[in-house]
């Protein structure tokens, strides 16, 4: 069986962002064994499950990953959208569009240091939209 629904993230200003709650609020109750996939469906954003605790991750993440693709390199041929875009598309392909997740007992199994983020590379992303999609 599958069960497929869209959840609208909020409005997130550049970085990553922890959603796990955001996003288990928002799922139906879960099977007692399945998988949940989600997808980002934008260019200019990522998924990932890294770090829940320590918030100094996600600044070390967002530092990092701008050191490894800055703003303003003349090497970009796609400005049309402004100095962030084209740093932000080659930083979801780096981060990727989505994550699974196995669920055992009616929850998401993940680690217990692991939770889900929204990664925004735009400066003013607005609000995103994931797939959530419950195989079971």
């Not at 605790?53 to 703003?71: Q, S």
Request: charged fraction near 20%; glycine fraction near 8%; include cysteine.
């Amino acid at each position: 069986m599958v069960e497929q629904i869209e959840i609208l993230l909020p409005s997130y200003q550049r970085g990553f962002h922890l959603i796990t709650g955001v996003i288990e609020d928002s799922l139906p109750n879960l099977p007692a064994v399945g998988i949940l996939h989600l997808f980002i469906r934008h260019t200019s954003a990522g998924l990932t499950i890294n770090e829940n605790a320590d918030p100094t991750v996600r600044t070390d993440l967002e530092r990092i990953f701008n050191k490894l693709v800055p703003e303003g390199s003349k090497e970009y041929i796609h400005t049309m959208e402004g100095p962030d875009d084209m740093p932000a598309h080659i930083k979801s392909t780096l981060t990727g569009q989505s994550v699974t997740i196995p669920i055992t007992n009616h929850h998401l199994n993940l680690g217990t240091w692991q939770g889900i983020y929204m990664c925004e590379f735009r400066n003013r992303g607005g609000r995103r939209k994931v797939v959530a999609t419950i195989y079971y």
